[in-house]
């Protein structure tokens, strides 16, 4: 991961944290990646009951209500597997029917771009959403971007349904459950240790290591590490 | 050939997630004998309820199946975290996006053995293991958490991969059941690859349409 690519995530992850809300948030994500537009979208119940779902868009408002006139939802492929996927996908793996073709054109004819990546996101009481890109890039020149971007673009989907989810249900998150092994790898980090350190003295190979400060480092919600470090010691979940 | 078949595409391949239920009641209610339900002649779960992924190992005709495993996201509910929440902690913790658990993994012995005899038990359970490493490298994951059988971890060290053991439990089936961690990268692949002596992708990802073709032939139409 280079550090153009880090800047870029780093950026937008702080710019959902700072946004009053989650239309806010996407137009600060569509700007940090130059993608054409940011859509997101949670639906309130888990199996097949899209009624009153809680949509975010940056599509121009003509192309919103010719979609909801139409009752395009009832046959966009992205929207109908994505609420049943859960792995991330680019639009062009959808499963193509008739209708979705008229879709597809008539998008096209309002000026809209083809190419698309979605994230599935599902969290721990089993809400569903789906945080979607869509873009003008070609093909094999999305497929690269995506592919670099893949862990990144997860991490923003699930961070703006977090802010969904606040705006929705007025949840706060209550104080993070920071577990025993993350809490032991952020207290090591804060004296400086190097994660091939910790790894040793905890037993553990470097990967696990770094894959219990991303989790620890996404319950205190920090962008990178030394910011979670911080929050952790502030929090009084670790001491200096 | 391996394919990742998520809930959208169960119906289109019933006989092949058919298969995994009943390859798992064999497995993990018989011979293993892990505190498991069947139904019928098939293992099945509240988790299977939720739409998880399954990477399955099937023949090139999609007929046969050869093996399997369930994948879900940390992020969401799961059987670790759920079920070996006291037994693993340390495993039940790690939750963000990236990481993802896999469950019930198991390989069709007999099926192998008559369409594949060349390779053996250890070996069809690295490759399992290494296709579920492209797969998930295709998709933004980085760490797998996953729960085996003891003697599967030198397998699995002996297939290139890194596991680290977060847990171990007893009380589940004849043998004690492990947790533990997988690093997903182009490192452990090539390394993976490299003791397996394999050279081609194994993961089959699915077709992508050409959308390039389509805005052209809207804007010429």
């Given amino acids: 991961m280079n550090d153009k690519h880090h800047d870029v995530f780093a950026s937008a992850?702080?710019?959902?944290?700072?946004?009053?809300?989650?239309?806010?948030?996407?137009?600060?994500?569509?700007?940090?990646?130059?993608?054409?537009?940011v859509t997101y979208h949670m639906a309130h119940m888990i199996s097949g009951n899209y009624?009153?779902?809680?949509?975010?868009?940056?599509?121009?408002?003509?192309?919103?209500?010719?979609?909801?006139?139409?009752?395009?939802?009832?046959?966009?492929?992205?929207?109908?597997?994505?609420?049943?996927?859960?792995?991330?996908?680019?639009?062009?793996?959808?499963?193509?029917?008739?209708?979705?073709?008229?879709?597809?054109?008539?998008?096209l004819a309002h000026g809209l771009a083809m190419n698309g990546y979605s994230v599935p996101i599902v969290d721990k009481v089993g809400r569903r959403a789906l945080f979607s890109l869509n873009t003008s890039m070609a093909d094999e020149d999305w497929t690269a971007f995506v592919s670099g971007e893949a862990e990144h673009l997860s991490e923003l989907g699930h961070r703006l349904h977090r802010l969904a989810v606040f705006e929705v249900y007025g949840e706060h998150d209550p104080v993070p459950r920071i577990g025993p092994r993350e809490r032991e790898c952020l207290a090591l980090a804060a004296q400086g240790k190097e994660y091939t350190v910790i790894a040793q003295l905890l037993d553990l190979s470097e990967h696990t290591v770094r894959a219990y400060l991303k989790s620890a480092r996404l319950k205190l919600d920090c962008s990178n590490i030394p910011q979670a470090v911080g929050k952790a010691v502030k929090l009084r979940i670790i001491s200096l | 050939?391996?394919?990742?078949?998520?809930?959208?595409?169960?119906?289109?391949?019933?006989?092949?997630?058919?298969?995994?239920?009943?390859?798992?009641?064999?497995?993990?209610?018989?011979?293993?004998?892990?505190?498991?339900?069947?139904?019928?002649?098939?293992?099945?779960?509240?988790?299977d309820t939720l739409g998880p992924v399954y990477l399955l190992w099937c023949s090139s005709d999609m007929a046969v199946l050869y093996g399997g495993m369930r994948l879900m996201p940390t992020t969401g509910p799961t059987l670790l975290y759920d079920v070996f929440r006291r037994t693993f902690p340390n495993a039940a913790e790690l939750s963000a996006p990236g990481i993802w658990e896999g469950t019930r993994m198991c390989i069709h012995e007999a099926n192998l053995k008559r369409d594949h005899p060349d390779i053996e038990p250890g070996r069809a359970f690295g490759l399992m293991l290494l296709a579920l490493c492209e797969c998930a490298m295709a998709h933004g994951i980085h760490t797998m958490i996953s729960n085996y059988e003891p003697h599967l971890k030198r397998v699995y060290q002996r297939a290139g991969a890194v596991v680290d053991e977060l847990g171990r439990a007893d009380g589940y089936g004849n043998r004690p059941v492990c947790c533990g961690s997988f690093d997903v990268s182009a490192e452990i692949h090539a390394r993976m690859q490299a003791a397996m002596e394999v050279d081609i992708p194994l993961y089959r990802r699915p077709p992508l349409h050409n959308a390039e073709v389509m805005n052209k032939h809207n804007i010429a139409a």
């Avoid at chain 2, 019933?14 to 011979?31: G, S």
């Fill in chain 1, 51 to 107: 009624d009153q779902p809680f949509v975010r868009t940056t599509y121009p408002d003509s192309w919103v209500s010719r979609y909801l006139q139409h009752g395009y939802v009832k046959v966009d492929p992205v929207v109908q597997e994505g609420f049943v996927r859960q792995l991330p996908f680019e639009w062009r793996e959808v499963t193509m029917t008739d209708a979705a073709l008229v879709l597809m054109q008539d998008a």
């Fill in chain 1, 13 to 37: 992850f702080e710019a959902i944290k700072r946004a009053r809300d989650v239309a806010q948030a996407i137009v600060a994500i569509k700007d940090a990646y130059g993608v054409d537009h």
């Fill in chain 2, 1 to 47: 050939m391996f394919i990742a078949l998520q809930a959208h595409n169960y119906a289109k391949h019933l006989h092949l997630v058919q298969q995994y239920y009943r390859l798992r009641k064999r497995v993990f209610c018989d011979l293993l004998q892990w505190d498991c339900t069947p139904t019928g002649d098939e293992e099945r779960d509240y988790y």
